[in-house]
């Protein structure tokens, strides 16, 4: 039997990087896999069932939350998003690790059901740093950088919820610091317990 | 002010190997340097005070007791040893990480006065591994070797009040995973905390 994986679950503020990040990480580890969401919103063009989202009828996403399906879910505006339980659970018995990048109240929630995942929270160098790149987008109002900047700050006071605080102030470094984080909760005695008492 | 830095209290029964490790540490890593121990035996012949240990009387010995000096002591037959904190304590403050190959008795006394100690236990890969190193050695009769082996098992029993497990089935994995432990610290968000505070 396989070793269960990991379940990674990344946060951060608009403007951390933490998408960059997580496409480099999927990208240069083949046991990462993504978790997919499921939601009550319609399929956009070229979105795929089972690889974008999958894709429920308010029923069905209904009886899910009844059955306790989700590890977390939430209703923004008419629509459900949440993350069935069953696709991460799989996958973490075949040894391996789920990626889930979520916001701060997803997290929270998961961390309740799921205490053994690991929490990244990935943080922008500095409050300069984060608003030149929410500036740089350059696709926005002056008020719009202004309420995502103040979202962003008060995204930034839950890190201390997380188990770990990646500063994204170089991607290489970043991606150097979740492969270590990976590679040493791996050595966790909690971890570990099993298979060490198997030997011993 | 530079970063605090890190103690490490690296345990594991004889053939694990936990020697060699340290060495390779040490050797590879300048930020690391390996705490100085106190003693009240005498010094063997190239010994160098404040290098292999520092040599004191057993009346400044139990003087340091009284004021609370040690991180952990011990006396073994006639003489004390024991961890002083003054050099471990100078040394994280100028952001080295500070190396204790210590005793499991040694190390659970440090994890009470020095809770935010990394606690790595070195594991052999297996009991037919850990035996064959221990007869390996070839200095030792077979009671020896059954008396060895009986305390590396008993020793073993412990792991599980350590925060991390090495198994230490190749020498180059094992540093890998203890490089990958103390970076991955230093993302934890207890450690980071402050610095983060400070920048948002």
């Known amino acids: 039997m396989p070793k269960t994986g990991f379940l990674l679950i990344v946060s951060g503020p608009s403007g951390a990087g933490k998408g960059t990040i997580c496409k480099k990480l999927i990208e240069s580890n083949p046991k990462i896999k993504v978790s997919v969401s499921a939601t009550t919103r319609m399929p956009r063009v070229g979105e795929v069932d089972g690889t974008n989202y999958f894709f429920l009828s308010k029923g069905q996403f209904e009886s899910m939350i009844d059955q306790d399906e989700f590890l977390e879910y939430a209703r923004v ?21 789920v990626l889930l990048e979520i916001d701060i109240a997803g997290a929270l929630q998961i961390k309740k059901k799921f205490p053994e995942g690991i929490f990244i929270f990935i943080l922008p160098p500095s409050m300069e740093e984060l608003k030149s790149r929410i500036v740089g987008r350059g696709t926005e109002s002056e008020a719009d950088i202004e309420r995502r900047f103040g979202c962003a700050i008060e995204e ?23 492969d270590a984080i990976i590679k040493a909760e791996g050595c966790r005695v909690k971890r570990v317990y099993d298979e060490v008492k198997s030997r011993f």
């Not at 930034?156 to 979740?178: C, E, G, P, Q």
Request: charged share 25%; hydrophobic share 30%.
């Open 156 to 178: 930034i006071s839950h890190f201390n919820k997380y188990d770990y605080a990646v500063i994204n102030d170089d991607l290489t470094r970043a991606l150097a610091d979740i």
């Open 77 to 97: 505006y008419d629509n459900y998003y949440g993350t069935p339980q069953k696709y991460v659970i799989e996958n973490l018995k075949m040894g391996n690790d």
